[in-house]
Nanobody, 123 residues
Framework: QVLLVESGGGLVQAGGSLRLSCAVSGRTISRIAMGWFRQAPGKEREFVATIWWSAGSTYYADSMKGRFIISRDSAKNMVYLQMNSLTPEDTAVYYC????????????????WGQGTQVTVSS
């Protein structure tokens, strides 16, 4: 079992930055990959980024490359999503998730999910 708790969401102006955090606890963390997904109002949940816990390898959705950075702090069991140059289109609920499959952008391969944190970008 893996428990995930997100934090760091909020209201930010367009062009601003925000860092989301995800506290991870539970099973052997080194054998999992962590991902961030988001769901905007009226839209399906979409992949943002993923990181392999042990190696630190990362993979991003094309639309997030260059603006979003995923990272992890093994000592603190935390995963982060640094979001820069935010636009109103980034407004969504952001979810942290865990999978044992590896670096995956398929949400159905993620077994564990956090409760989500709301990010609102004003124009």
């Amino acid at each position: 079992q893996v428990l995930l708790v997100e934090s760091g969401g909020g209201l930010v102006q367009a062009g601003g930055s925000l860092r989301l955090s995800c506290a991870v606890s539970g099973r052997t963390i080194s054998r999992i990959a962590m991902g961030w997904f988001r769901q905007a109002p009226g839209k399906e949940r979409e992949f943002v980024a993923t990181i392999w816990w042990s190696a630190g390898s990362t993979y991003y959705a094309d639309s997030m490359k260059g603006r979003f950075i995923i990272s992890r702090d093994s000592a603190k069991n935390m995963v982060y999503l640094q979001m820069n140059s935010l636009t109103p289109e980034d407004t969504a609920v952001y979810y942290c998730a865990a999978t044992t499959v590896g670096l995956s952008h398929h949400q159905n391969e993620y077994d564990y999910w956090g409760q989500g944190t709301q990010v609102t970008v004003s124009s």
